[in-house]
């Protein structure tokens, strides 16, 4: 009698039959087969010789076959999708999704942190299940992908920013810094109030991440990570303010998961704060210019001034906030009110070191990005801008951007009322257009940079989120409806992009040889950095004295061998560019005036032999060693061939001679 009652309790308590709780039983099993065979594959490509990378992509393939053809085909059967290409289409990108960042994971634990892959593996293998098992749940759940659309798209576009910030900070110490990171961080090691081609910030918030976790990659970065939460932060309430909690979702995932965005909370360049204090400002206007709030001045002039401390364009939302109070009525009252002039004093003086530093240096950093820039070559860009754009905020993003401003005013949200709405959409329109129409300007008669429009597309946000969130909630056709369409596609292939990108930088991926362009992909500085410290070091045994390292390219190699050197303190006054033979240095003209390197041992490194010979050199010099070649590696590829020569006795020949 027992065995029946403890059977029929059994069923009760399972809500279903005994041969159900059997079916959950398999399930389970058919759950601890994937990671078990994930790791047996991984122990033993790597008992094979197989390099990390591959190894953990292969044990992941075969893991995820088996998930799926023993538990994922299963549930697909019992809600009539087996068939569903769409639905198969979204479980490949959770599962790629979670090969990045588990590839992640890995490379961390081994390569920074020096775990055994083979403790590794677990986390990285856990790392990865809690991107497929929520992944998975929400495709199957979700017919359709759509924001603002679909019965998930929350949970969606949660899952999205949470993963692009995830990837990031696992991310962010493990790549080779960028030429341009390596450049800044010699700006803090030169600490000062100013410099040449920018204001300090960015070399400020390197120092303190420095500080905090050392000259590494992360205490490099981990200012550009904070500086995307913040702009992030307040580009979320920015949204909310000027139309709904819908679009202010919406914002999130385009505020961590556009191209610029999301680099800027990765790279540490001056546009990581810049893009902070254009996203407080945009907030604090609003507050001021919309909600009347005379307190908001007052932050308006701390933004403006943090932002003039990071990058000059930030002046450009000066106009912009001129004209708006010019076209709205109840803005007006501001032009005769004291706030806005008093949050100028403040702007001004938090600027104020920089305004010392160029009276102290002839201007120099004024004069370098006003009339050095109009006396560039005359030429025609403005393809170049639209092309930028095109890279910063997609295509689907900057097509959206574009109908969305052409069009007349849409219907706002109904906790706006029309009259209000009216207001909203132009302060949208105007701090968008303004920045925007004075780079268009200036590229029809000169050079433009990629990144030079990025800060203000941050006003353009909000619009494009409304436009997300709100164009799914009634029936839309033509362009609005492709876009509409376009927005998960755009964002999922984004997402993909980078983790594949990162995945890369770090690990490598199997069939993908390693990029010689080293400028735009950071692969081999180590290496290259390594090798010249031992020529560094051939040389001071040879000679009795350490020669300067000299880069003969603009700050490139410069930069990086002072921060890949094994005595960073050293290398930082010991490595110089090629502005020693006529070239452009830009703050390394200051940090190594040619006249002070009268007389020194010179160990060039170039990556054409051509550049170590010709009149630029040989006259510079008393005597030349021969060039000698070398080959920059990685795990055990060949990425590009260097070259160096050492140099004897140089003298500077003033300008003129």
Same mark, same amino acid.
């Given at each position: ?252 995932? &385009? ?188 590229? &029809? ?157 010179? &160990? ?54």
């Amino acid at each position: 009698m027992k065995w029946p009652v403890a059977s029929d309790l059994l069923r009760r308590l399972t809500g279903d039959s005994g041969a159900a709780f059997q079916d959950a039983e398999r399930v389970d099993i058919a759950s601890a087969i994937g990671p078990l065979a994930d790791v047996l594959v991984f122990v033993v490509a790597m008992g094979m010789g197989v390099p990390l990378g591959p190894a953990q992509i292969a044990g992941f393939i075969v893991a995820a076959v088996l998930h799926y053809f023993l538990k994922v085909r299963a549930a697909l059967a019992a809600k009539g999708r087996a068939g569903d290409l769409r639905l198969h289409g979204r479980l490949l990108v959770v599962s790629l999704m979670a090969l990045f960042l588990r590839g992640g994971v890995l490379s961390l634990l081994t390569q920074t942190w020096g775990w055994p892959a083979y403790v590794a593996i677990l986390f990285a293998i856990a790392a990865g299940l809690a991107v497929i098992r929520p992944g998975y749940a929400l495709s199957i759940a979700s017919t359709t992908w759509r924001f603002g659309s679909s019965t998930h798209w929350r949970a969606l576009a949660v899952g999205l920013v949470v993963y692009a910030f995830v990837l990031r900070l696992v991310y962010l110490g493990q790549v080779e810094l960028l030429p341009e990171e390596t450049y800044y961080w010699n700006y803090s090691r030169h600490l000062d109030i100013g410099y040449l081609d920018h204001p300090p910030m960015v070399a400020w918030l390197i120092t303190l991440g420095t500080a905090i976790f050392g000259n590494v990659e992360f205490g490099v970065r981990i200012g550009a990570l904070c500086c995307g939460l913040i702009a992030t932060f307040f580009t979320y309430r920015l949204t909310r303010n000027l139309f709904d909690e819908a679009s202010a979702l919406a914002v999130l995932v &385009l505020a961590q998961v556009l191209p610029f965005f999301f680099l800027t909370g990765l790279v540490t360049t001056p546009d990581a704060p810049l893009t902070a204090a254009w996203a407080a400002s945009l907030y604090f206007l609003e507050r001021a210019l919309i909600a009347r709030r005379a307190g908001a001045w007052w932050w308006i002039g701390v933004c403006m001034g943090l932002g003039m401390l990071s990058k000059y364009s930030i002046g450009l939302l000066a106009p912009a906030t001129f004209l708006f109070m010019l076209l709205d009525p109840q803005s007006r009252r501001w032009l005769w009110r004291w706030e806005p002039y008093a949050a100028a004093v403040v702007a001004v003086a938090i600027f104020s070191p920089v305004i010392v530093w160029n009276a102290q240096h002839e201007w120099a950093s004024f004069a370098f990005q006003t009339l050095g820039r109009l006396a560039e070559t005359p030429q025609f860009a403005l393809h170049k801008l639209i092309a930028s754009a095109l890279v910063l905020i997609t295509p689907t993003g900057l097509l959206a951007i574009a109908v969305a401003l052409s069009r007349p005013r849409p219907d706002g949200p109904g906790s706006v009322g029309a009259a209000d709405f009216q207001r909203h959409w132009r302060f949208v329109q105007v701090f968008v257009l303004v920045p925007l129409s004075v780079f268009v300007a200036f590229s &029809l008669r000169h050079e433009v940079k990629l990144d030079w429009t990025g800060a203000p597309w941050v006003a353009a946000l909000p619009a494009l989120a409304f436009g997300m969130a709100s164009l799914g909630e009634g029936p839309v056709r033509g362009t609005l409806a492709w876009i509409h369409g376009a927005w998960v596609p755009t964002v999922l292939v984004v997402v993909l992009f980078f983790g594949a990108g990162l995945q890369y930088l770090a690990l490598g991926l199997p069939g993908v040889g390693y990029s010689k362009k080293m400028e735009l992909v950071p692969i081999g500085w180590r290496d290259l950095g390594r090798q010249v410290h031992g020529v560094v070091e051939e040389v001071r045994t040879r000679t009795g004295e350490a020669p300067l390292i000299v880069g003969l390219d603009r700050y490139f190699i410069a930069s990086e061998l002072a921060f890949y050197a094994p005595d960073q303190v050293q290398s930082v006054k010991g490595t110089s560019s090629g502005h020693l033979f006529g070239a452009m240095g830009l703050m390394y003209e200051r940090w190594f005036p040619p006249q002070s390197q009268q007389g020194r041992t010179l &160990l060039l490194v170039a990556w054409d032999a051509k550049d170590l010979a010709g009149p630029s050199i040989e006259s510079r010099v008393q005597r030349l060693d021969p060039i000698r070649d070398g080959v920059v590696t990685r795990d055990g590829g060949v990425i590009r061939p260097f070259h160096y020569r050492v140099a004897y006795e140089y003298r500077d020949i003033p300008q003129g001679e």
